[in-house]
């Protein structure tokens, strides 16, 4: 079994340690470091919540060392929490499954011990606040723009596994900027040499975003998502292969009601870009940020985010999937010579023979998979292709029409959507 060997949090230091053992005796502890600040610790159950959906939601950077589908933790779960971990077990590591020919079987699986659901009545001191997640990325930075232009007090926090972090962030006009600081357990996970892939990264952030928006009493948690993530890259049987899957709006959604049915229905946590496209998100993000922040952002992870990266100052590789779709994004709105000096060489990404597996990828064409990363829908990105500004360079292979809308709107929740839809 893989065993959730328990969670403890320093209430002098605010760090917290997530503690694992793999199957194969392997022990591991993930510490992560909060902003301190005056939380009243006699109302703590609220706290402990938060810390228990951490443990389980973290683990899955352990627990792919060697998964198994048996776990062991203490703790009593009822139907909803059980078929909710297994989700994220499963779901969220099928592009780990996939690369690792393993099936839903193979996967964790929590069992019910637990016939009722914990009450949220509990007493949570609020604020009001507004707690942002920022990455230098262009989502981030929108909703930054959008809630500094509307008047509204934020606060600013990344999660980071360094003291590093982007200096646009200094420039969006957060009240505050909290850096939380995880210390991935990287000794033992090479003591393990077990597995390696990818882990559902979105619900381990929202995670830790909620333990300190707890310390802060802040009532907002925002990520920035549009409409993404749905569109899966193959299957496994019944398991969709899903890069992004906790990025989806049925993640947003299931994290949502669980905070709402065990921690606190005055907690709302999600997207409030969640009804846009991504090219619409591009066409807002040109429109309201290019002056401030063109030159600055950056969506390539290669260059900027891997463990350990320095990525105070962000910048573009110019030759992954991530610049590819950025630019495929971007040309609709855009001039060329514009757009070009984000990349080497201030050349076009079209003209790029090492990108053109990459297009074919992104643009669904000659069987070529569509690449693991946070990118558009197939349909989205040949609309934006056709849709590009005059100057740009075609590609060397004919791409297909689309009639993908991207006006259209998609669900989302509205009080999340409120805070910046007067200038969305």
Not at 40 to 46: A, G, Q
Not at 81 to 107: K, M
Not at 126 to 140: A, E, F, H, M, R
Not at 158 to 165: A, C, P
Request: proline share 4%.
């Amino acid at each position: 079994m893989f065993r959730f060997s328990g969670y403890d949090f320093d209430q002098e230091s605010f760090l917290a340690s997530f503690r694992y053992q793999g199957p194969d005796g392997t022990p591991f502890c993930e510490k992560v470091q909060f902003k301190k600040t005056d939380y009243d610790f006699s109302k703590k159950e609220i706290l402990d919540r938060a810390l228990f959906l951490a443990h389980i939601i973290i683990g899955t950077s352990y627990y792919k060392a060697h998964p198994t589908p048996d776990v062991s933790l203490d703790a009593k779960l009822d139907a909803f929490q059980a078929n909710f971990f297994s989700t994220i077990y499963q779901e969220g590591l099928s592009q780990f499954a996939y690369e690792n020919n393993l099936t839903r079987d193979n996967l964790a699986h929590f069992i019910t011990n637990n016939e009722v659901t914990t009450s949220t009545n509990l007493d949570y001191h609020q604020t009001g606040g507004i707690l942002c997640g920022q990455s230098g990325g262009k989502d981030s930075l929108l909703v930054a723009k959008l809630l500094t232009n509307s008047g509204k007090p934020w606060t600013a926090i990344m999660v980071s596994n360094t003291e590093n972090y982007p200096k646009v962030i200094d420039k969006t006009g957060a009240k505050n900027f909290e850096l939380i600081i995880r210390k991935i357990d990287t000794e033992n996970l090479k003591k393990s040499a077990g597995l390696n892939g990818h882990v559902p990264v979105t619900y381990i952030n929202m995670a830790i975003m909620l333990i300190q928006a707890i310390l802060n009493g802040d009532n907002y948690i925002l990520t920035s998502i549009g409409h993404e993530g749905a569109e899966p890259h193959a299957y496994i049987g019944d398991l969709p292969i899903n890069h992004q899957w906790s990025k989806t709006w049925e993640a947003e959604q299931l994290f949502s009601e669980y905070v709402h049915k065990y921690i606190s229905e005055n907690i709302h946590i999600g997207s409030p870009l969640r009804k846009y496209s991504e090219l619409k998100i591009a066409e807002l993000f040109a429109k309201n940020c290019w002056a401030d922040y063109g030159h600055d952002f950056s969506s390539c992870n290669v260059a900027n985010y891997k463990q350990g990266a320095d990525n105070r100052t962000l910048s573009w590789c110019s030759l992954c999937a991530k610049c590819a779709n950025s630019y495929l994004l971007f040309a609709p709105f855009l001039a060329p010579e514009e757009l070009n000096l984000l990349f080497d060489e201030h050349k076009s990404l079209f003209e790029k023979p090492e990108l053109f597996d990459d297009f074919k990828g992104l643009l669904g064409l000659d069987g070529v998979m569509k690449p693991f990363e946070c990118i558009g829908e197939i349909a989205e990105l040949r609309a934006a292709y056709h849709l590009k500004k005059p100057g740009f360079s075609d590609l060397p292979f004919d791409v297909p029409v689309s009639d993908f809308d991207y006006q259209k709107t998609y669900p989302a929740s509205e009080n999340l959507t409120a805070l910046i839809e007067q200038e969305g």
